[in-house]
């Protein structure tokens, strides 16, 4: 809620305004935050408020939200402050997604509209942020961050991690001994970006200016000090002893004694209306008149001696404690019985069925069924509105409530689950499964449970959980073909691509049946990949059916997303560009609904797929962008596929150290998460590193655990295979190019089964080097020659370069020095310009190795060059013979040598070359 411009005087508090100051001067160049802790009363508030008048002073952009107790069950209550005074327009301007979300965040408009989550919240939260900086610095200002309600706080979390430009963050924390601190949540974009500072008790001058200031007179010293001992230089605490004094009485002598000194001499009408003033969210003054059977009027008569007294204040329409403590004071103080009287009237003239239900859980001293139906109700409610960490309070307020039933341990599981918190989901869901009797509520469970297990990456348990599901699901055919698909991903996650394969054909049999689109989409999708792992590619018109069946809007995994597949699947074939558009497609989506997983996965396929188009400063970028969300994400399995890619494009732009130390810690990340597969590329990465740089018995050390398994692969795509060319370069340079027949042989087969350059291309390289090993030379150089025809289909500029480099050494190794020198200079520049020193570098000594100088005609007997000199003039044969009384036959067969040597085919080529006669 917006804070009233009301001036606010802060005493002896010089290096907190100065470190608000130093926040101010930060948030000019990058994003900086500052949170205010310390005990209750310490004075948080007062500068959190001087903090937020002093930027709305210096023209900031002000978002501010003060979290409250009773309210801290309500779904994304401090959201809906922090967006209120947003400008209209800039809120209709967010894309439909984010503009349906905050409109039920805010209780605007109908339920109707795509699915949200607290994702999506968070996104359109960041867009408004982003866009208002881009006028002037935004400061974020959250007031008691340890009442923030559940979907709030996740979606602060997220806001926080992302944070970019021109903004600010200024928060308080309450701390106590027992209290959990906000700090494992609360993190900035860099390490050092918050900044915490502890409140510290106020000085005996201090608290003698505050007293001055407050009262408009002085205590004599000797009571000033008492004061100061007891209060233990707390403002509030000693503000309000100072107080009491006018009344004749002792100094308290704890802080609950001041609260209570405070609400003396109150009558029990006033105590009632104060207390259900503490008991409920953003209070105003009818609502508590029709809560204690009063008029409008009885109520202010009523809260006029409280608020004279600065126990609370009117504004308008509400009502608002001076205090949270004073707020906390009231509800504690107050009796189990009265507070229930209380919370029950109040159900009763609330609307919203969040506080309704809440309101009827406090009231409770027994199982009620129409408490359990509300909070069922608000459950709903919570989950339709994208809060499902707060659906998930309510069914466990529920089930502490005496409704303690499967179902409803199903539903807040699946909640705990959806909100991130797969731990409590887990907790919630297993004493449930074991009550459940065989059928779609136990099928559901279990697909539930084997969800968590693959979030905890235990594929083969989570496999496991799914066999008894599909059994459950039998006479379910929705239900079943979703479980299947789920199965499918677990297997396939396993390495056991054939069962999951065959799953996926049943899901696709399944959704066809039931005739849902998307459930269509999604197992089409699924199928298509996994054939192509199985090694049979894909079918372009059953992607393109996929594609066109899917439902952008839909709340689909991204495993499972038609748009995914293609991307995938695409790269595969070496349509790489295509696949590109639909990683761009899921990455704007992405945005849009800021879906953490969904982002890493994109930005490790945009990786590779940079990677593989020779992009090694973009695919840098996003690296980077995928170790960002892995880090926001936690958990082994994130870190082992972000360092992979990272390390992966450094390999290739020649960062050494980096890309050894990341592929060596994504393979230990692996075997901690018990994921085998999840190393593969990282061994492939250490393999192609000691490759380029001339080490090949280090790559078949890094790459032996790859090679050992090739006789099991069945799927020779690049994203399986991407070994392959490195192993065969390492072997036979090492005299093993018998062991590399079998790899050879394979990518030539399935190359030409399913028509993949990159197979045909890397095949015929492989196939070469082995040829010239063999020491048939001319046939390895007619090989490459081939496999550069294919290269021609496939947007790889790097392999491109690593294949004519191939060429280059066979060319000089024909004696062809002048055509292997042209040939590797193209190859110098190419890697040069790839960004790729390594591969340069061994383009750069081989080029030295063609021994070619400025005269590239060296190697010509003089009769050879006469016939060149003449034959670049332009002459015929003829001419060329009687002007040198040679045979016709004897001109050929010269200027046949000549293009060898020179490694030419043309007399266009030679006559770039020689020089005609004078």
């Known amino acids: 809620m917006s804070e009233s411009p009301v001036p606010v005087e802060v005493v002896g508090r010089t290096a907190e305004l100065a470190a608000v100051a130093a926040l101010y001067a930060a948030v000019h160049t990058w994003p900086a935050g500052l949170l205010l802790e310390g005990e209750a009363g310490i004075g948080k508030t007062t500068v959190w408020l001087a903090a937020l008048q002093d930027a709305r002073g210096n023209g900031f952009h002000v978002l501010s939200a003060r979290a409250w107790e009773a309210e801290?069950?309500?779904?994304?209550?401090?959201?809906?402050?922090?967006?209120?005074?947003?400008?209209?327009?800039?809120?209709?301007?967010?894309?439909?997604?984010?503009?349906v979300a905050v409109n039920r965040v805010m209780l605007r408009g109908s339920g109707d509209g795509p699915e949200t989550d607290q994702h999506v919240v968070a996104a359109a939260l960041l867009r408004v942020i982003d866009q208002l900086s881009a006028d002037a610095p935004v400061v974020v200002g959250i007031d008691d961050l340890q009442w923030l309600d559940s979907s709030s706080r996740a979606v602060i979390?997220?806001?926080?991690?992302?944070?970019?430009?021109?903004?600010?963050?200024?928060?308080?924390?309450?701390?106590?001994?027992?209290?959990?601190?906000?700090?494992?949540?609360?993190?900035?974009?860099?390490?050092?970006?918050?900044?915490?500072?502890?409140?510290?008790?106020?000085?005996?001058?201090?608290?003698?200016?505050?007293?001055?200031?407050?009262?408009?007179?002085?205590?004599?010293r000797p009571t000033m000090v008492r004061v100061a001992d007891v209060s233990g230089g707390n403002p509030f605490y000693a503000l309000e002893m100072a107080r009491g004094l006018d009344s004749g009485t002792d100094l308290p002598g704890t802080l609950a004694d001041v609260v209570r000194l405070r609400l003396a001499e109150l009558d029990g009408d006033t105590y009632d209306a104060l207390l259900a003033a503490a008991s409920t969210a953003d209070p105003t003054v009818d609502m508590l008149a029709r809560a204690t059977g009063t008029s409008t009027d009885q109520m202010l008569a009523r809260f006029e001696e409280a608020e004279s007294?600065?126990?609370?204040?009117?504004?308008?329409?509400?009502?608002?404690?001076?205090?949270?403590?004073?707020?906390?004071?009231?509800?504690?103080d107050a009796k189990p019985a009265r507070r229930r009287r209380i919370?029950?009237?109040?159900?009763?003239?609330?609307?919203?069925?969040?506080?309704?239900?809440?309101?009827?859980?406090?009231?409770?001293?027994?199982?009620?069924?129409?408490?359990?139906?509300?909070?069922?109700?608000?459950?709903?409610?919570?989950?339709?509105?994208?809060?499902?960490?707060?659906?998930?309070?309510?069914?466990?307020?529920?089930?502490?409530?005496?409704?303690?039933?499967?179902?409803?341990?199903?539903?807040?599981?699946?909640?705990?689950?959806?909100?991130?918190?797969?731990?409590?989901?887990?907790?919630?869901?297993?004493?449930?499964?074991?009550?459940?009797?065989?059928?779609?509520?136990?099928?559901?469970?279990?697909?539930?449970?084997?969800?968590?297990?693959?979030?905890?990456?235990?594929?083969?348990?989570a496999a496991e959980v799914l066999e008894k599901a599909v059994r459950d699901a039998e006479g379910v055919p929705a239900v079943l073909a979703q479980t299947l698909l789920l199965l499918s991903f677990a297997q396939a996650n396993s390495g056991n691509y054939a069962e999951a394969l065959r799953n996926a054909e049943k899901a696709v049999a399944h959704a066809e049946q039931l005739g849902i689109d998307v459930l269509i989409s999604q197992a089409l999708a699924d199928q298509q990949v996994l054939n192509a792992l199985c090694g049979d590619g894909f079918d372009e018109t059953v992607l393109s059916r996929a594609l066109a069946l899917a439902d952008p809007d839909a709340d689909v995994p991204i495993p499972f997303r038609a748009s995914s597949a293609a991307a995938q699947l695409l790269s595969w074939a070496g349509r790489l560009d295509e696949a590109y558009e639909h990683i761009d497609t899921l990455w704007r989506r992405c945005i849009d609904t800021g879906a953490d997983s969904d982002m890493l996965f994109i930005a490790v396929w945009s990786t590779l797929i940079n990677v593989w188009r020779g992009d090694f400063v973009n695919?840098?970028?996003?690296?980077?962008?995928?170790?960002?969300?892995?880090?926001?994400?936690?958990?082994?399995?994130?870190?082992?596929?972000?360092?992979?890619?990272?390390?992966?494009?450094?390999?290739?732009?020649?960062?050494?150290?980096?890309?050894?130390?990341?592929?060596?810690?994504?393979i230990e990340a692996a075997e901690r998460s018990e994921a085998p597969l999840l190393a593969d590329w990282p061994m492939t990465t250490l393999g192609f590193l000691?490759?380029?740089?001339?080490?090949?018995?280090?790559?078949?050390?890094?790459?032996?655990?790859?090679?050992?398994?090739?006789?099991?692969?069945?799927?020779?795509?690049?994203?399986?295979?991407?070994?392959?060319?490195?192993?065969?370069?390492?072997?036979?340079?090492?005299?093993?190019?018998?062991?590399?027949?079998?790899?050879?042989?394979?990518?030539?087969?399935?190359?030409?089964?399913?028509?993949?350059?990159?197979?045909?291309?890397?095949?015929?390289?492989?196939?070469?080097?082995?040829?010239?090993?063999?020491?048939?030379?001319?046939?390895?150089?007619?090989?490459?020659?081939?496999?550069?025809?294919?290269?021609?289909?496939?947007?790889?500029?790097?392999?491109?370069?690593?294949?004519?480099?191939?060429?280059?050494?066979?060319?000089?190794?024909?004696?062809?020095?002048?055509?292997?020198?042209?040939?590797?200079?193209?190859v110098l520049h190419g890697f040069e310009a790839l960004g790729a020193p390594l591969w340069a570098e061994r383009a750069r000594a081989e080029l030295a190795r063609t021994n070619v100088g400025a005269n590239r005609t060296v190697d010509l007997t003089p009769s050879e060059r006469r016939v060149a000199e003449l034959a670049s003039s332009g002459m015929t044969n003829r001419d060329i013979a009687a002007k040198l009384f040679i045979s016709v036959k004897t001109v050929e067969a010269n200027l046949t040598q000549i293009y060898r040597k020179l490694g030419i085919r043309s007399r266009a080529a030679l006559g770039q070359l020689v020089d005609p006669p004078p």
């Open 72 to 99: 801290s069950i309500l779904a994304y209550g401090a959201v809906a402050d922090l967006l209120t005074g947003v400008d209209a327009a800039l809120l209709s301007g967010l894309p439909e997604v984010q503009r």
């Open 157 to 220: 979390a997220f806001v926080a991690r992302r944070l970019n430009g021109r903004v600010g963050l200024i928060a308080t924390e309450r701390t106590s001994s027992d209290s959990a601190s906000v700090r494992s949540w609360l993190q900035l974009p860099g390490p050092d970006a918050l900044t915490k500072v502890q409140l510290r008790p106020l000085s005996l001058g201090g608290l003698h200016q505050l007293v001055s200031s407050h009262l408009g007179r002085s205590l004599p």
């Open 309 to 332: 007294r600065g126990i609370i204040e009117i504004v308008g329409e509400h009502v608002r404690y001076t205090h949270p403590l004073l707020a906390r004071g009231v509800y504690a």
């Open 343 to 461: 919370h029950r009237a109040l159900a009763d003239v609330v609307e919203h069925p969040e506080l309704k239900a809440r309101h009827l859980a406090l009231a409770a001293s027994r199982h009620d069924p129409e408490i359990l139906a509300a909070l069922d109700a608000a459950a709903d409610a919570a989950r339709r509105r994208g809060g499902p960490a707060t659906a998930a309070e309510f069914l466990d307020m529920a089930i502490k409530l005496g409704g303690d039933t499967p179902v409803r341990r199903l539903r807040s599981a699946d909640n705990h689950f959806r909100a991130g918190d797969a731990d409590q989901a887990y907790a919630v869901l297993a004493p449930a499964i074991d009550n459940l009797r065989p059928g779609m509520v136990r099928a559901l469970a279990l697909s539930l449970l084997a969800g968590i297990w693959i979030y905890r990456r235990s594929f083969h348990a």
């Open 619 to 666: 695919g840098t970028e996003t690296a980077d962008a995928a170790m960002v969300c892995a880090e926001q994400m936690g958990g082994d399995h994130s870190l082992v596929i972000a360092l992979t890619v990272r390390g992966l494009v450094a390999a290739y732009a020649g960062r050494v150290e980096q890309a050894r130390a990341d592929a060596r810690a994504a």
């Open 690 to 826: 000691a490759v380029s740089l001339g080490d090949p018995s280090q790559a078949l050390k890094d790459l032996q655990p790859l090679i050992s398994g090739f006789e099991q692969l069945v799927c020779t795509e690049i994203i399986k295979a991407g070994f392959v060319p490195d192993a065969v370069e390492a072997m036979v340079s090492v005299g093993r190019q018998r062991d590399a027949e079998p790899m050879i042989d394979a990518l030539e087969r399935n190359g030409a089964r399913l028509d993949r350059p990159w197979m045909l291309a890397i095949g015929a390289r492989c196939r070469a080097m082995v040829l010239a090993a063999d020491g048939d030379i001319e046939a390895a150089e007619q090989v490459v020659l081939g496999a550069m025809e294919h290269h021609d289909r496939l947007a790889m500029p790097f392999e491109r370069a690593r294949t004519q480099l191939l060429l280059g050494q066979l060319q000089r190794r024909r004696r062809q020095k002048l055509g292997a020198a042209r040939t590797l200079e193209d």
